[in-house]
């Protein structure tokens, strides 16, 4: 066998076993990198004591974090997929890096609000980026690739209560800056993740000419009604998960009398078993179904969603477990189906369904605090617990095989 064939050959082969060492390497970088964007909301009790900061200072504090992180994604994954970058993933880290540090010793509001926008420019490089190299990894095993990877940035959110209460409220504002060695690891792992990237892009793996007309042919209109469908299951699973952890320590602290320190410890459970719902429901769609367990993760959520402000606090507390990895079951799963349903746009997809997505979750949060003054708290958490009851649009999703038979005329 010559050279070129048996490269080929060997490539072909790598596209078909799952990398698992690069998976998890990217999937700790996620979490370390979901970890630093999670130090911002975290130091908001600190910088409105140090600095005297407003709520509304806060909130543009929080609006262009998440705005610049959100709604740049899909844009980065745009132009990656036409121009894969390797390196975009350290270089992207390096300003997250300056962002933290520029945190730690910023001295003003506007200093402040410019470290924010570093950091979520570097979150918006990562994400796109990121789910491309756990796609490449992948294998035969989407889900899980997707899950190793996604689950480190859950985890690394689930780690903003700790932060608080282990390192900003002894060290103050200085504390963040120690988040730069935390950047400085996550740097030298992307180095490593962008060396086999490149490598990876010199010796592609085979691809079938109806792969290629896929990503370049305007989408169809079933494909662009079920891209919407999977978007409005991507928003009522943020707007949900966005009320309670912005808005259910104040709910528990109200009516169970509780200290910020016993609410935070309700908000920490919710958010692990969120992660690790995550982790398990990239398998579970392997073997299950992707569409099946999208409309499992929504519609299976709803009794204990809806009884969660009804019950004592033990009750609520294992609810909200349950609600936590229930609902997060579909998270990586609605990436990959989005990514399956448009070929060739591994980047674009990534950014529109984790990116963008969560970008609107965050405009939502606005409108349920919105809510919750206009009607009450408890009144804005009882409806919140019918949110996931839009669910049953995935009844409208196309089934797997209809996908790939959509692919194949593609």
Known sequence: MNQPAALSAKASKASESTIFKILII????????DAIQAVVPAMFPILEKSMGLTFTQLGIIAFSLNMVSSVMQPVV????????????????????LFGILGLGFADNFAMIVLSVIFIGLGSAVFHPEGSRVAYMAAGNKRGLAQSIYQVGGNTGQALAPLIT????????????????????????????????YQQRLLVPPRVKKKDVKTGNVGLSKDVKNTLAFILLLIFARTWYTSGITNFYTFYAIKEYAFSIKESQVFLFAFLVSGAVGTF??????DRFGKKNIISFSMLATVPFSVIIPHVPPTLAFIFLVLTGFILMTSFSVTVVYAQELVPGKIGTMSGLTVGLAFGMGAIGSVGLGSIADWIGLQSMITWLGFLPLLGLIAFLLPSDQKVREWNQLG
């Open 26 to 33: 990217i999937g700790v970088c996620h979490l370390l990198n």
């Open 77 to 96: 994954g745009f132009f990656t997929d036409k121009k894969p970058m390797p390196f975009a993933l350290p270089i992207g880290l390096t300003f997250t």
């Open 165 to 196: 209460a282990l390192i900003l409220v002894p060290l103050g504002q200085i504390g963040a800056s120690w988040f730069t060695i935390v950047a400085a690891i996550a740097v030298i792992l992307l180095i490593y993740i962008a060396n086999w």
């Open 280 to 285: 398990f429901g990239g398998p579970l769609s």
